[in-house]
């Protein structure tokens, strides 16, 4: 059974730093990995992807501010915030694609105090 469990959220406040981590099990069989949000009354939104051979994707609000990586040997992604604002708080959700199927994590608090 596939698990994604991602840590490393919490308050911060604008201008700081937060780096997510996302552990994914129970298969080897991972291309796409990604980060995606939800703030609050809005919907789930992409933040960013990396492939299986690192070719990344940002959104354009995170474009400069936040890294994606990923350590395909852990099936871990990472996602390194920085200068964070206050409209990147949300619940932050680690996916992965394996088979074509997407897989989510349970998500991740992120909140950015002015």
């Known amino acids: 059974q596939v698990q994604l469990v991602e840590s490393g959220g919490g308050w911060v406040q604008a201008g700081g730093s937060l780096r997510l981590s996302c552990a994914a099990s129970?298969?080897?069989?991972?291309?796409?990995m990604g980060w995606y949000r939800q703030a609050p009354g809005q919907q789930r939104e992409l933040v960013a992807t990396?492939?299986?051979?690192?070719?990344?994707n940002y959104a354009d609000s995170v474009k400069g501010r936040f890294t994606i990586s990923r350590d395909n040997a852990k099936n871990t992604v990472y996602l390194q915030m920085s200068s964070l604002k206050p409209e990147d708080t949300a619940v932050y959700y680690c996916?992965?694609?394996?088979?074509?199927?997407?897989?989510w994590g349970k998500g991740t608090l992120v909140t950015v105090s002015s």
């Open positions: 996916n992965a694609i394996i088979f074509g199927m997407p897989y």
């Open positions: 129970g298969s080897r069989f991972i291309t796409n």
């Open positions: 990396i492939s299986s051979g690192g070719s990344t």
